[in-house]
């Protein structure tokens, strides 16, 4: 269940509240001062279903976006529409995620340190470390986004962000083990070629774990469970990113682009498994509107 509060003069307010009164999915309207000579304050318990159509009519009343407020509540026991997206939240959420602040690029740039020792130590422990620490979930899943809701220029800055933070990553990685071997400091007798092979070779396991990542990538930044899938997401991104790095580092990049494809793979998969599984939510809501 949500709950919307709606700020405004008061004439303007008891037109919403009147427009918001006995509508579906709409219950317990109320209109209150609140305490200004002309100010009032509407308040309404909204379905997550009915949650778009009712920020619709707000928002053809002119009240300014920074007067709405819509909020989720937590409920005791099952409700029925705890499937249901909210989709203005959705394309809301997908426009922060596609943004690429500093912090995003100083997380992808700590993945790409971790992910350079986990390849150079063939150390499992560091590669999930590296994993854990890439926030690119966000921009994969905002550009799902802006593909499923035909958004192009959301799809766009998703791809644009996440490419960025690939780039930190990569030269992050490079820049680590080319200071290292110019200091003699890699392990006797490294070489980027004893580095085992399941993320420079694309296979069946390549495109499917990929595919099951998107979904579960786009089903948990909707539950806001998107730091608890993070690691199931980077795993088909960041140790490629990172052995990329590695070998730029040591001068053996040309020989090891495979790694490459197996990221252009990984990241295609997910946009696809991600889309898919927007795209379904989508046409169900659609569905239950006509209903």
């Known amino acids: 269940m949500l709950q919307l509060r709606v700020y405004g003069e008061a004439h303007a307010m008891a037109a919403v509240a009147e427009s918001l009164d006995g509508r579906s999915g709409v219950r317990h309207v109320t209109m209150s001062g609140t305490g200004s000579a002309s100010g009032a304050l509407v308040v309404a318990d909204v379905r997550a279903d009915a949650a778009d159509a009712v920020l619709d009519i707000v928002d053809h009343a ?11 509540l ?24 596609a943004r690429a602040p500093g912090r995003y690029f100083a997380l992808m740039a700590a993945a790409g340190v971790v992910g ?38 959301l799809a766009g800055r998703g791809l644009g962000a996440l490419a960025a933070g690939f780039g930190a990553t990569f030269l992050v990685a490079a820049a680590v083990t080319g200071v290292l071997d110019l200091l003699d400091l890699l392990p ?9 092979a399941g993320q420079t070779h694309v296979g069946a396991e390549t495109i499917l774990v ?3 990542a998107g979904v579960a990538g786009m089903l948990a ?3 806001r469970a998107s730091a608890a899938v993070g690691v199931a997401i980077s795993v088909t991104t960041v140790p490629s990113v990172a052995y990329l790095g590695v070998a730029a580092g040591t001068g053996e ?24 599984v927007l795209a379904v939510q989508r046409s169900l809501d659609g569905r239950r509107r006509t209903a």
């Open 62 to 72: 002119g009240v300014p976006a920074a007067d709405v407020l819509l909020v989720r």
């Open 74 to 97: 937590d409920t005791v026991g099952v409700a029925p529409d705890t499937a249901a997206l909210v989709w203005a939240d959705v394309l809301g959420q997908a426009r922060l995620q």
């Open 116 to 153: 350079a020792f986990a390849v150079i130590q063939l150390s499992p422990v560091l590669l999930v470390g590296a994993m854990a620490i890439s926030p690119d979930l966000l921009p994969i899943t905002a550009a799902c986004t802006g593909i499923v809701l035909l958004r192009p220029h």
């Open 188 to 196: 006797g007798g490294f070489s980027i070629g004893s580095v085992p």
């Open 210 to 212: 990929a595919l099951a």
């Open 221 to 223: 930044v909707e539950t």
């Open 253 to 276: 990049l040309r020989n090891s682009l495979s790694a490459l494809s197996v990221l252009v793979v990984n990241v295609a998969m997910m946009l696809l498994g991600g889309s898919s």
